[in-house]
């Protein structure tokens, strides 16, 4: 999987996420995403493009629609294995749904 399958995974699910860092910051939901890692997984003597990436989402909503959105996508999708946490902030009363991926 590339960066711009990645990119266009996460946009199809949130079209207002951003890479690195979201415009939509400190509103009352938002998601970024980035690559964080390659990995090493060959086949037929050639890498095959292997790529670990996180995708957060930061909301105030206890049953966020968005977060439910990845949690469905990922599961549906055969080319990518994932971890799903999630953390309370106190400071800031965001919940952060931390997607961990491994994408081939």
């Known amino acids: 999987m590339t960066i711009d399958e990645v990119r266009a995974f996460v946009i199809g699910i949130d079209p207002k996420a951003g890479h690195y860092h ?3 910051e ?18 037929d003597g ?9 995708i957060d989402r930061f ?6 629609e968005i977060a439910d959105a990845f949690e469905a996508a ?12 999630t953390d309370y902030e106190r400071e800031t009363g965001y919940i952060h749904h931390i997607f961990d991926c491994e994408a081939i």
């Open 46 to 54: 050639k890498h095959l493009g292997a790529l670990r990436f996180q």
């Open 59 to 64: 909301t105030k909503t206890e049953d966020d």
């Open 74 to 85: 990922l599961e549906m999708a055969d080319d990518i294995a994932f971890n799903h946490l």
């Open 22 to 24: 979201s415009a939509h």
């Open 26 to 43: 400190g509103r009352n939901a938002f998601t970024r995403w980035q690559e964080t890692d390659t990995l090493p997984y060959m086949g």
